[in-house]
């Protein structure tokens, strides 16, 4: 992760008072292609995917570092009228009823459970080391939805910086091989970014 959690923390206290941001559009354009079933939202920051699942049935397990993050995401959940409630482990339980499951975890330190989730999402976070753990966690017939910076992003404003939380160019694409592509691109326009759909057969 780029940033401790204390500055994670005070960038997320410091947007509160902003409008929730929109979810990625990547997301929103797979949204129809994912199976049913739990969803885990690793770095979920305040929850715009995590909200935008939960709205459409779904059990969402939202994991992220960052107190404040959670904090407001709980908050949206309840204006919202979402099920939200806070938990210590990522166990994903297989609920079926919707709502958000809040996880506060160093995601450079935990250890995802093997098999229960039906969608995984990961948006601008990159930590190679998760990849295993990701791949082992997806349910069969589960899908994968991936989303980050590529070194091309040091061409553009914003965005990380560290080479060691850019993707290399085409590196997405073979990040993940027990895993099926069904979707990926790498885009160089006001952004550098790569995104990846995968199922596990």
Known sequence: MSGSLAEWDDRHRAADNKPSPEPASFVTEMLPLLPRGPALDLACG????????????????????SAAALDILEQRARES?????RTSNIHGTGESRAGIELVQADLEHATLPGGPFA????????????FPQIEAALARGGMLLFETFTRAQLEFNGGPKNPEYLLDCGELRTAFPSLRLLFYRELRAGKGIASLLARKD
């Open 81 to 85: 009228h979402r099920l939200a409630r």
């Open 46 to 65: 305040t929850g715009r995917h995590a909200l935008l699942l939960a709205a459409r049935g779904r059990h969402v397990t939202a994991v992220d570092g």
């Open 119 to 130: 969608v995984i999402l990961c948006v601008h976070y990159l930590q190679r080391s998760l």
